[in-house]
């Protein structure tokens, strides 16, 4: 297990710089921060897709980042990561690419790209940083947005489930993990897992955000945490077909173990008409992901 | 697959090739070394013999079997910046789906090389040969030129990426789909040798570690397109310095324009392998006393302004016979000779899906033009 002294003693510095553009108490910001920490001993080179990171890096000339960034048009990032690895690949250059893009440019108009370089195996750390909507343009609804959430698309709430992105990867037969800015130690031990395997991996970061989720942006990690212990979001590790529960989630597998959901739903404004049936179902949806990880044990 | 015999490139000799076979040709002696295929008529055995030629510097060449043109162009964006030399060809609605990522190139200036084997674009269906899916490339800062023939195609091949990587730009060659994509001549193939003293290594910038195509906001961005208009504009004198350096080297000359009559009254203007018989549409009236030229745009951007001026000065009419297909006033090359030359400028549309361009098209059209009309040849 790495602990914090483990981290500091490898730089107090940051590596994703402070007083960058994002929103206060954004979780793509930390996830960038952690990423950018995990990584910090190695040269790797971050494709980043039209997203809120586009932004937050900061404009030209300014930037963010301590480490290198390819800005890319929106379909095309892990695309842009196949050419760019198989580059380095020629070059016998010893960099990592990674690609760090939203849930739209990822499990929507990236998905076919995305399947196509996971099926190639090519060889890089792909990671969803998953906000559920389309935040950068203003809170539109993604297929990673959760069933019943407001949106500026979905006024009375969407009325489909989460498109399930994590068992569609698994049958890719790659390396999927999924991470939470409330647990960065377990998210650090995933990167640098993911980044050490060759061939493609996949990493699914849950990403709250204040604006679109409509929450008090001090409440970030307290929301990220109680995803997690009410099992909406939970933390696993697929690999050679076979699915570990992460630690942090090890306490949830029974749903009598579990946060209330509505302690979770009730600190968003995105979920402030859910009704009592609404949070059934949801309740279900959680079971019946449980359901589903536990026939990969 | 590509008889052994014709895989010894140690010697220069003359070898049977399709057009599709030259430009793959071209590409290995290129050493380009980053491969993006997917696959699309009249293109297809581009990369079907890229993926052979591929197999003899197996360490050395990564082909990519991509599953989009869009994720071709993408990962060509990619290769391209981590140093590889990168090499894609595609057509028609393959050109069309990677219309985002063409202008991504063009902006970032990678020195990518593309070609691009003519096709319709639907609807309707058609695979035939037409211009229009590389006209609609006109503006995104590629360089590009259109070869006539399976030769021509070949040696534009290490021209482009020379040019590609002095100018920082990228660059695209057309070739007539069928016309010249399936067409057998014989062709003479430098050296691996003579195309190495030519085209040398890429020049390999590391970016450890930079932001590259980050938001730039309204107080540089204007600033930001001017000087790569400029350059864009500028790298028309390295394409001729490159072009009399491949001349020198290899004995074959190119330029930006090719020209047969060019001082009569009447010039007619191609583009690709309806030059021959715009020459013998040429002839023809020139005996009939009508006194017609031919002149062929090899080179389509940087647009030879210059050199079309110089070569029209005394021409009454200029006879311009597109096969694509354009919804605005005029023909796309018709509209930017318009612009200089004005109104002797004739403008015709034909050989649209396929439809054969013969000497008694080019011979209809300039009897039309001199009869001051402008149009189509049905």
Not at chain 1, 193 to 217: E, N, Q, T, V
Not at chain 2, 269 to 294: D, H, Y
């Amino acid at each position: 297990m790495i602990t914090i002294k483990d981290i500091l003693k490898e730089g107090k510095d940051e590596v994703w710089l402070p007083g960058n553009l994002s929103c206060p108490g954004c979780g793509a910001s930390l996830g960038l921060r952690y990423l950018a920490r995990a990584l910090r001993n190695e040269e790797f080179y971050v494709v980043i897709p039209a997203s809120c990171s586009s932004v937050i890096q900061g404009y030209w000339p300014n930037s963010a980042a301590k480490f290198s960034v390819i800005n890319c048009a929106f379909a095309s990032s892990a695309s842009v990561a196949t050419g760019l690895s198989r580059a380095f690949k020629l070059r016998n250059k010893k960099a990592k690419v990674v690609v760090w893009a939203g849930d739209g440019g990822t499990a929507d108009i990236g998905f076919a790209t995305l399947s196509g370089a996971a099926e190639r195996n090519e060889d890089f750390l792909y990671i969803m940083y998953d906000n559920e909507a389309y935040m950068n343009t203003g809170i539109q609804r993604s297929s990673q947005t959760p069933y019943k959430a407001i949106t500026t698309t979905t006024p009375l709430g969407k009325r489909e489930e989460k498109k399930d992105l994590d068992l569609i990867m698994m049958t890719h037969g790659v390396y999927v993990a999924t991470a939470s800015p409330a647990f960065p130690l377990d998210f650090f031990e995933k990167v640098r897992k993911a980044i050490s395997l060759p061939g493609f991996k996949f990493i699914h970061f849950f990403s709250p955000c204040p604006p679109g989720w409509r929450y008090p942006s001090e409440k970030t990690i307290e929301i990220a945490r109680l995803a997690v212990q009410t099992s909406f979001f939970i933390l696993f590790e697929f690999e050679n077909g076979k699915v570990k529960i992460s630690q942090p989630s090890l306490a949830y597998r029974e749903e009598k173990n579990r946060k209330p959901l509505e302690e979770y739903l009730k600190l968003q404004g995105r979920f402030k008409d859910i009704s009592e049936e609404d949070v059934k179902r949801m309740k279900e949806w959680i079971n019946q992901k449980w359901k589903t990880l536990e026939k990969f044990e | 697959m590509i008889p052994e015999k014709f895989l010894d490139f140690s010697k220069r000799g003359k070898v049977p090739l399709t057009g599709s076979r030259a430009i793959a040709f071209g590409v290995f002696l290129s050493r380009a070394n980053f491969i993006a295929a997917y696959p699309i008529t009249p293109q297809t055995e581009i990369v079907e013999d890229l993926s052979q030629l591929a197999t003899l510097r197996e360490k050395e060449m990564e082909f990519m079997k991509v599953e989009s043109e869009h994720s071709a162009m993408s990962s060509c964006i990619g290769a391209a910046i981590g140093g590889a030399r990168a090499f894609t060809a595609t057509a028609s609605q393959g050109i069309e789906y990677m219309h985002e990522v063409v202008y991504w190139a063009g902006g970032a200036r990678l020195p990518i090389v593309m070609a691009v084997a003519t096709r319709v674009i639907a609807p309707p269906w058609s695979i035939q040969n037409e211009h229009t899916d590389f006209m609609l490339q006109l503006d995104n800062s590629w360089i590009q030129f259109f070869a006539k023939d399976p030769q021509e195609a070949l040696d534009t091949i290490p021209i482009a990426y020379r040019v590609a990587e002095e100018a920082n730009f990228p660059a695209m060659v057309g070739i007539d789909g069928y016309l010249t994509t399936h067409f057998t001549t014989n062709v003479d193939v430098p050296s691996q040798e003579e195309i190495d003293s030519f085209l040398p290594k890429k020049q390999i910038k590391d970016f450890w570690p930079r932001t590259l195509y980050a938001v730039v906001d309204e107080r540089y961005f204007n600033e930001h397109r001017y000087k790569q208009y400029k350059a864009f504009l500028a790298s028309s004198k390295i394409i001729e310095k490159v072009e009399k350096e491949y001349s020198k080297k290899i004995g074959r000359s190119y330029s930006a324009i090719e020209k047969f009559n060019e001082d009569s009254k009447n010039l007619i203007l191609v583009i690709g392998a309806s030059f021959g018989e715009a020459q013998l549409a040429a002839e023809e009236l020139t005996k009939e006393g009508i006194k017609t030229g031919a002149i062929r745009l090899r080179r389509l951007r940087p647009f030879p302004e210059d050199e079309i001026k110089k070569v029209s000065k005394d021409a009454e009419k200029i006879i311009v016979v597109e096969r694509s297909f354009a919804t605005g006033s005029f023909g796309f090359i018709a509209r930017e000779l318009r612009a200089i030359l004005g109104e002797k400028v004739k403008s015709f549309t034909t050989g649209l899906g396929g439809k054969d361009i013969t000497k008694e098209t080019f011979k209809k059209a300039v009897k039309l033009a001199t009869k001051n009309e402008r149009g189509w040849i049905l």
